[in-house]
C-alpha cells in the first residue's frame, strides 16, 4: 500500500517527528511505499520524493484536516 505522510518538518525537530520517522520505518519494514511531504528545508532527511517539498508548508498543512481518505491514486 502506499502512504503519504504529511507532516510541517521532514528532519528531527520534536515528538511529532519521532513518531513520524518511526512510523514510516514500521511501515516500510511491513513491506509499505511511505511517501513524504512537508516543508523544504536543507535539513530534512533525504527522500526520493524531496522535489514536492514546499517552501511555505504552514499555511497548506494547516488547512489540512485531521485525517485524510483519498482514493483512485
Known sequence: MKVLQVNKFLHPHGG???VLFQTKALLEAHGHQVLLFG????????????????????PLIAA????MHVRGL
Open 16 to 18: 511529532s517527528e519521532s
Open 39 to 58: 516543508m523544504r528545508d536543507p535539513r530534512n532527511v533525504p527522500h526520493p520524493h524531496a522535489r514536492f517539498e514546499v517552501d511555505m508548508a504552514a
Open 64 to 67: 489540512l484536516p485531521a485525517l
